[in-house]
């Protein structure tokens, strides 16, 4: 019985890059709205202190205040 099979070579290889190391993927609530770009946090943190929201200084913004960011923000 041969160690390595006659072409196995012959194709290219079947798999792609993994990710970094540590890096995973972002947990997104069920019906929660993922935004489609990078949303800019200080003006949303500015956008919820000025409508009565309290949002963290640092850190991830609560869902619901970037839900209503969104309804609010979008026409």
């Given at each position: 019985m041969p160690q390595f099979p006659a072409g196995l070579l012959d194709a290219p290889p079947a798999?792609?890059?993994s990710p970094a190391p540590g890096k995973r993927q972002p947990v997104v609530p069920r019906g929660?709205?993922?935004p489609h770009g990078p949303?800019?946090?200080a003006v949303v943190r500015a956008?919820?202190?000025g409508?009565?929201?309290d949002v963290p200084v640092r850190g991830r913004i609560p869902?619901?205040?970037l839900d209503a960011w969104r309804r609010a923000?979008?026409?």
């Open positions: 798999f792609g890059p929660a709205v993922v949303v800019d946090a956008w919820a202190r409508n009565g929201y869902l619901e205040v923000t979008t026409g």
